[in-house]
């Protein structure tokens, strides 16, 4: 079991960029594939990233695409998401996943979640 813990949201104007951080306890970080998820008011979770234990592989919905980057630091036990050009649809919470399994991240482990706002 690891435990996942989100920073980095805020508030910010269409246009603007943030920078999210996922903490990952736990030994075994570098063997868990990690994902975000957002999920906007009256909607369901959706996937935005996945990056694959190593980081060779990542995998990103089709309206961050371009404008977000997944990252990660093994060395750190950290996962990242920049966002740059972000727009109001962006808006949301915030989770970080991590699964064992690249194609089950949604099955894995969640963190609490970080608020992302973006005004026009």
């Known amino acids: 079991q690891v435990q996942l813990v989100e920073s980095g949201g805020g508030l910010v104007q269409a246009g603007g960029s943030l920078r999210l951080s996922c903490a990952v306890s736990g030994r075994t970080f570098s063997s868990y594939a990690m994902g975000w998820f957002r999920q906007a008011p009256g909607k369901e979770r959706e996937f935005v990233a996945a990056?694959?234990?190593?980081?060779?592989?990542?995998n990103y919905a089709d309206s961050v695409k371009g404008r977000f980057t997944i990252s990660r630091d093994n060395a750190k036990n950290t996962v990242y998401l920049q966002m740059n050009s972000l727009k109001p649809e962006d808006t949301a919470v915030y989770y970080c996943?991590?699964?064992?399994?690249?194609?089950?991240?949604?099955?894995?482990?969640w963190g609490q979640g970080t608020q992302v706002t973006v005004s026009s």
């Open positions: 990056i694959s234990w190593g980081g060779l592989r990542t």
């Open positions: 996943a991590a699964a064992s399994d690249y194609g089950r991240l949604r099955d894995g482990s």
